[in-house]
């Protein structure tokens, strides 16, 4: 396990990736992890190569990963969410697969397995599931823009460079999911592991919040750790449903003003039973989700935080701006209820 950590940490030193956004390069680095925790787990020993190439004509870093194991029973249903063979949660393929922009597989009980995935560096395809662009006309974009306005933003700490709080936001045809996930420790090994998280509650989006904190639990145990505040939001009722483990904060301000409760703990080293709360929403509420990194006491008192004619992403600037700590990570999520 040490050679693989030492494989992860490279793959982020890599001289032809010194360009790369630093999102990019953590999600790369995720990539060689997970690959490598498969190899580990199923075959013992393999190999990696990460290459700048180009694929189908674009610009890429391509992952290959290969070894001389027993081989894939079956592909299709090994990326498939969840499953698995070794009784763990099976996110390692399905997380390469939504990571990279294309990905593919040769598996037999002869020759081994071989990936090649390749994530393309001029934006073709997200690295994370977060609210559709303005150009984008899906189902989801058509209603979330009319519905809510949404927000976010993450900063780190002083003198780091990489935070170890994310956000999350993931749009369904029936709702919402949004989430804060806060890594205990700074720097890049705290950023790895709560983008990493983040990929594993994106795969359970259409989820609960206590399905996917449970989930999240079993699967990074052992790791740093996380406060980890999960929202669900109906889109046909408005109705909120939030549950948190450790330090999340989340405030709604409107027609009635409501502060959700997290249990103590630590997400991936302990967890007691999940507090489900809900709310019902209104036209004109505003929900505010913040981390430990953010002011408690500003948050709850200083209303001039939230001008009604700056947008939910200005307002989550403004909070992090005005109530974030220097010395911890800071991240602020907030949702405007427009109609």
Request: charged share 20%; net charge negative.
């Amino acid at each position: 396990m040490a050679s693989l950590y030492g494989a992860v940490a490279m793959t982020r030193k890599l001289s032809f990736m010194a360009d790369l956004s630093q999102e990019d390069t953590v999600l790369i680095a995720t990539v060689v992890s997970e690959l490598g925790t498969n190899i580990l787990k199923y075959a013992g020993t393999g190999e990696i190569c990460v290459s700048r190439t180009l694929d189908e004509g674009h610009d890429a870093i391509q992952v290959v990963a290969k070894d001389q194991g027993s081989g894939i029973r079956d592909v299709n249903q090994a990326m498939a969410d969840h499953f698995s063979t070794s009784g763990t949660l099976g996110m390692g393929l399905p997380a390469v697969h939504r990571i990279m922009t294309t990905m593919s597989i040769e598996s037999s009980a002869e020759q081994g397995t071989r990936v090649v995935a390749s994530k393309w560096l001029n934006g073709e395809k997200p690295t994370v599931s977060n609210l559709p662009k303005p150009d984008d006309h899906s189902v989801e974009s058509d209603w979330i823009r009319e519905v809510y306005d949404i927000g976010d933003c993450v900063r780190p700490m002083q003198g780091e460079r990489e935070s170890g709080d994310i956000s999350l936001i993931h749009v369904h045809p029936s709702g919402l999911l949004l989430g804060l996930i806060d890594v205990s420790g700074h720097g890049p090994q705290a950023h790895t592991l709560a983008c990493r998280m983040q990929q594993a509650a994106l795969k359970l989006g259409c989820s609960r919040a206590a399905v996917i904190l449970e989930s999240l639990h079993q699967e990074f145990r052992g790791t740093l750790g996380a406060a980890v505040g999960l929202a669900t939001l109906e889109r046909k009722t408005h109705k909120l449903e939030f549950a948190g483990v450790g330090n999340i904060n989340i405030l709604v301000m409107g027609r009635e003003r409501w502060r959700g409760v997290c249990r103590d703990g630590i997400v991936g080293e302990r967890m007691n039973s999940v507090f489900l709360q809900t709310v019902q929403l209104h036209p004109g509420d505003l929900v505010v989700m913040a981390s430990d990194g953010v002011s408690e006491s500003t948050i709850q008192r200083n209303s001039s935080l939230y001008a009604e004619k700056m947008s939910a992403h200005a307002l989550s600037e403004s909070v992090i701006r005005e109530a974030g700590k220097a010395l911890d990570d800071a991240s602020c999520l907030i949702l405007r209820c427009l109609r």
